[in-house]
């Protein structure tokens, strides 16, 4: 037997990164766990990742390449060579190309793998065809815009402030499944006697670890900052100092929009009583270190990036930026330490080809013209179950006159309709480099165990795809690891003073930041800009979400078990999230006369799921709330819940809407 211990790093789309320690014997990896050398893992790994070894190894790994022989959705497939795949793929995109033009092919991915290389070297290659591109906007990208707004590329605050404050705010996120690493901090703040609130639309399992939590109505957080900061001003619990000198458009924000916030309206928008709102703000004044850890939930609106925007503001106030353990952390982003146009290869576009929105697929699959989508391409998404408007995504994956590829570790939703599928490797088959957006490690990985059968990476099959098509430029030629090489090579200034050879040999290792990064501004005016000229709204105020016309507010909120669509492979995992349920206060339940435990459908004018009806007052009037994407295999009655949600963009950074959306609920029992 040979057994060996080998570095990993989780692949999956989770500010946490872990770094993973991987047992492998004769082959297979039979045990995974926490680096215990990894800064932020410290050892502990979540419940999804406790058994990797078992999505890795899973019997259902796609292990050849398939060929559709049964209608489109039904899964039926045969066995083909790669030879046979690859030829099929590019004879019909070369007639394709003739017929259409090459924007008749769209790619579709997004984070399936977040290493550097294998989330975004497809890009390469499709800049390089041509074809259309598409806005990776699903997640965040709203939020990214708020926080740019006010901060410009001003540095997130590293994770360990977090240790060091009195006040934590978790704002719009369920840390427990989504970011439990930072919940470590936020608990051992909690020993040393910080106070920790959750602001949320409903009191979400992280809810069972604070002190308090705040209720909002949906989409109303926007006006909740803009009355915490009515309050501040009135009471004159303002930082004088600090906003002096590091400001830009204090007067004008005290003066043009915040009389208009009282506590009285505020109260009546966000639905908190005034004395919680007074409350609230005094806790966060008399903090001598605030800190925001602001979740991504509520930049799924209509006014999401205004929404962030407005949130950002609040710690110049206090002037919590100049406090050890204060500010704010949205997001931790550490792209321009990297080379990355190696990798995508803009250089590569004859001219801007047509950019389609990730949010908008059902739409671009069933209405754009000039040219239609007639080829589609997706690796390491599954868009029939992660983007919104499921109906209209399946009637277009439906279309006979669409050839689909689908590269994939499972069999997906998405994949049963592709004409053909690929088998892709799973991370501890292939290298990759990775870096975090919850914290500054970066860390390389080495393949350390073979593939599964036939499984390729996807650098392996757009090489594969690009030698087909006749691409002779040597980018294509390269090994995954000479990629990673150009990546941090030369070096940018950032990596100036990481120990280069424990990256190399898979050592989790740290961005190191600048002194004062905390107070140093990156944007235009050199200071916090409440005020910004470049803006059509120059300041911040409310507007309200877009909402349907329905009585509830859906929160399709993530699961502690599964990421995503990621994880249903996983029979331990999906026997613990145990069904797709629709929580519900038992009071609008009897208003409507549902009881606990029965079938309910939500529905509205995009479409109907079913689910199992879990009442509990955890979930406010108003509100209901489903935990987790399902697969249409385990879910009765097929669609999923983004069959409720809508293809309408955010303010700004055309961002998803997944939140903002309002559902009826009937009784599904006949
Ligand atoms: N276990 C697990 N981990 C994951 C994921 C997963 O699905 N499962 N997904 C991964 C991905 S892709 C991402 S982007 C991150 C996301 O992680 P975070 O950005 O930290 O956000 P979430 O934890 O998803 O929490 C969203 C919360 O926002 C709340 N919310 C919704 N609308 C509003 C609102 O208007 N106001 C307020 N205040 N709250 C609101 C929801 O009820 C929910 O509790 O997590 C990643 N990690
Ligand atoms: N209603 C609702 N919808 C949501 C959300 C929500 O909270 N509510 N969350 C949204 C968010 S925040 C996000 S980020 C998106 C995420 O959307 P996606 O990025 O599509 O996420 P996953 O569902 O994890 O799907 C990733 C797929 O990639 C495959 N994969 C993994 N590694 C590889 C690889 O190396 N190569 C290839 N070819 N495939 C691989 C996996 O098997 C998996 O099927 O979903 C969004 N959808
Ligand atoms: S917490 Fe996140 S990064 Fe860590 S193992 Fe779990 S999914 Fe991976
Ligand atoms: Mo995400």
Same mark, same amino acid.
């Given at each position: 037997m040979?057994?060996?211990?080998k570095r990993?790093?989780?692949p999956y789309d989770?500010?946490d990164m872990?770094?993973l320690l991987?047992?492998?014997?004769?082959?297979q990896?039979v045990?995974?766990t926490?680096?215990?050398?990894h800064?932020?893992t410290?050892?502990?790994?979540?419940?999804?990742?406790?058994h990797?070894?078992?999505t890795?190894?899973?019997?259902q790994?796609?292990?050849?390449p398939l060929l559709?022989?049964?209608?489109?959705?039904?899964?039926?497939?045969?066995?083909?060579?790669?030879?046979?795949?690859?030829?099929?793929?590019?004879?019909?995109?070369?007639?394709?190309?003739?017929?259409?033009?090459?924007?008749?092919?769209?790619?579709?991915?997004?984070?399936?793998?977040?290493?550097?290389?294998?989330r975004?070297?497809?890009?390469?290659?499709?800049?390089?065809l041509?074809?259309?591109?598409?806005? *990776?906007?699903?997640c965040?990208?709203?939020?990214?815009?708020?926080?740019?707004?006010?901060?410009g590329?001003?540095?997130?605050?590293?994770?360990?402030?977090v240790?060091?404050?009195?006040?934590i705010?978790?704002?719009?996120?369920?840390?427990?499944?989504t970011?439990?690493h930072?919940?470590?901090?936020?608990?051992?703040a909690?020993? *040393?006697?910080?106070m920790?609130?959750?602001?949320?639309t409903?009191e979400n399992?992280?809810a069972?670890?604070?002190?308090?939590v705040?209720l909002?109505r949906?989409?109303?957080?926007?006006?909740?900052a803009l009355?915490?900061?009515?309050?501040?001003?009135?009471?004159?619990?303002?930082?004088?100092?600090?906003?002096?000198?590091?400001v830009?458009?204090?007067?004008?924000?005290?003066?043009?929009?915040l009389?208009d916030?009282?506590?009285?309206?505020?109260?009546?928008?966000?639905?908190i009583?005034?004395?919680?709102?007074?409350?609230?703000?005094?806790q966060?004044?008399?903090a001598?270190?605030?800190?925001?850890?602001?979740?991504?939930?509520?930049c799924?609106?209509?006014n999401?990036?205004?929404?962030?925007?407005?949130i950002?503001?609040?710690?110049?106030?206090?002037?919590?930026?100049?406090?050890?353990?204060?500010?704010l952390?949205?997001s931790?982003?550490?792209?321009?330490?990297?080379?990355?146009?190696?990798v995508t290869r803009?250089d590569?576009?004859? *001219?801007?080809t047509r950019? =389609?929105?990730?949010?908008?697929?059902?739409?671009a699959?069933?209405?754009?013209t000039?040219?239609p989508?007639?080829?589609?391409?997706?690796?390491?998404?599954?868009?029939?179950?992660v983007?919104?408007?499921?109906t209209?995504?399946?009637?277009?994956?439906?279309?006979?006159?669409l050839?689909?590829v689908v590269?994939e570790?499972?069999m997906?939703?998405?994949?049963?309709?592709?004409?053909?599928?690929?088998?892709?490797?799973?991370s501890?088959?292939?290298p990759d480099?990775?870096?975090?957006?919850?914290?500054?490690?970066?860390?390389?990985?080495?393949?350390? =165990?073979?593939p599964?059968?036939?499984?390729?990476s996807?650098w392996?099959?757009?090489q594969?795809?690009a030698?087909?098509?006749?691409?002779?430029?040597?980018?294509?030629?390269?090994?995954?690891?000479?990629?990673?090489?150009q990546?941090?090579?030369?070096?940018?200034p950032?990596?100036?003073?990481?120990?280069?050879?424990k990256l190399?040999?898979?050592?989790?290792?740290?961005?190191s930041?600048?002194?004062?990064?905390?107070t140093?501004?990156?944007?235009?005016?050199?200071?916090?800009?409440?005020?910004?000229?470049?803006?059509?709204?120059p300041?911040?105020r409310?507007?309200?979400?877009y909402e349907?016309?329905?009585?509830?507010?859906?929160?399709?909120?993530?699961?502690?078990y599964?990421l995503?669509?990621?994880?249903?492979e996983?029979?331990?995992?999906?026997?613990?999230?145990?069904a797709?349920y629709?929580?519900?206060?038992p009071?609008d339940a009897g208003?409507?006369?549902?009881?606990?435990?029965?079938?309910?459908?939500?529905?509205?004018?995009r479409g109907?799921?079913?689910f199992?009806?879990?009442?509990?007052?955890?979930?406010?009037?108003?509100?209901v709330?489903?935990e987790?994407?399902?697969?249409?295999?385990?879910?009765?009655g097929?669609?999923?819940v983004?069959?409720?949600?809508?293809?309408?963009?955010?303010?700004?950074?055309?961002?998803?809407?997944?939140?903002?959306v309002? =559902?009826?609920v009937?009784?599904g029992?006949?």
């Amino acid at each position: 037997m040979n057994s060996e211990v080998k570095r990993s790093v989780c692949p999956y789309d989770c500010p946490d990164m872990c770094g993973l320690l991987v047992e492998v014997v004769d082959g297979q990896a039979v045990k995974v766990t926490g680096d215990p050398e990894h800064p932020f893992t410290r050892g502990t790994l979540c419940p999804k990742m406790h058994h990797y070894e078992r999505t890795v190894h899973s019997p259902q790994r796609l292990t050849q390449p398939l060929l559709r022989i049964g209608e489109k959705g039904a899964g039926q497939f045969k066995a083909i060579t790669w030879d046979e795949g690859i030829q099929r793929i590019t004879d019909i995109w070369k007639k394709m190309i003739s017929e259409y033009g090459a924007e008749a092919i769209l790619p579709y991915s997004y984070a399936g793998t977040m290493g550097l290389v294998q989330r975004n070297c497809g890009e390469g290659f499709f800049n390089r065809l041509g074809a259309s591109r598409l806005a *990776r906007t699903i997640c965040s990208s709203s939020k990214g815009y708020g926080w740019a707004t006010v901060m410009g590329r001003t540095l997130a605050p590293h994770p360990n402030e977090v240790e060091k404050s009195d006040f934590i705010l978790l704002w719009g996120t369920n840390a427990l499944a989504t970011n439990i690493h930072l919940l470590h901090k936020v608990r051992a703040a909690k020993k *040393r006697g910080a106070m920790v609130w959750l602001i949320d639309t409903y009191e979400n399992p992280t809810a069972q670890i604070v002190d308090k939590v705040l209720l909002v109505r949906p989409g109303r957080d926007g006006a909740l900052a803009l009355g915490l900061m009515h309050i501040l001003v009135r009471e004159g619990w303002i930082d004088q100092p600090f906003i002096a000198r590091y400001v830009q458009g204090f007067e004008q924000l005290q003066s043009e929009v915040l009389p208009d916030y009282t506590p009285d309206k505020v109260s009546r928008i966000t639905g908190i009583e005034v004395s919680l709102l007074e409350e609230m703000a005094l806790q966060y004044a008399r903090a001598s270190a605030p800190f925001i850890a602001l979740g991504s939930g509520l930049c799924r609106y209509g006014n999401g990036a205004m929404t962030v925007r407005t949130i950002a503001c609040l710690p110049a106030f206090v002037g919590a930026w100049s406090k050890p353990g204060g500010g704010l952390l949205a997001s931790i982003s550490s792209g321009s330490a990297f080379n990355m146009s190696q990798v995508t290869r803009e250089d590569f576009l004859q *001219r801007p080809t047509r950019v =389609v929105n990730m949010n908008q697929l059902g739409y671009a699959l069933t209405e754009l013209t000039e040219p239609p989508i007639m080829g589609l391409y997706v690796y390491h998404s599954n868009p029939a179950v992660v983007a919104p408007d499921q109906t209209k995504i399946i009637k277009g994956l439906k279309r006979d006159n669409l050839f689909t590829v689908v590269h994939e570790r499972f069999m997906t939703d998405t994949a049963r309709y592709a004409d053909i599928v690929l088998p892709a490797t799973s991370s501890l088959e292939h290298p990759d480099l990775y870096r975090s957006y919850g914290h500054y490690g970066i860390q390389r990985a080495a393949a350390v =165990v073979p593939p599964a059968g036939e499984a390729k990476s996807n650098w392996e099959v757009f090489q594969l795809l690009a030698q087909a098509m006749g691409f002779s430029e040597r980018f294509f030629d390269q090994k995954v690891d000479d990629l990673i090489s150009q990546l941090i090579d030369p070096p940018k200034p950032w990596l100036e003073g990481v120990d280069l050879v424990k990256l190399q040999a898979s050592y989790p290792v740290e961005l190191s930041l600048p002194e004062n990064y905390k107070t140093t501004y990156l944007t235009p005016s050199g200071k916090i800009e409440l005020f910004n000229p470049l803006e059509a709204e120059p300041l911040p105020r409310y507007f309200e979400p877009y909402e349907d016309d329905a009585p509830f507010y859906l929160m399709s909120a993530p699961s502690v078990y599964s990421l995503n669509s990621s994880f249903t492979e996983r029979p331990d995992l999906l026997r613990k999230k145990e069904a797709s349920y629709l929580q519900m206060n038992p009071e609008d339940a009897g208003g409507k006369n549902l009881q606990d435990g029965q079938k309910v459908i939500a529905f509205n004018e995009r479409g109907e799921v079913q689910f199992i009806l879990k009442l509990t007052t955890t979930v406010p009037q108003g509100v209901v709330v489903t935990e987790g994407l399902f697969s249409s295999e385990t879910q009765p009655g097929g669609s999923t819940v983004n069959a409720l949600t809508s293809q309408r963009l955010t303010d700004r950074a055309e961002g998803s809407t997944l939140y903002d959306v309002k =559902v009826d609920v009937r009784s599904g029992e006949n």
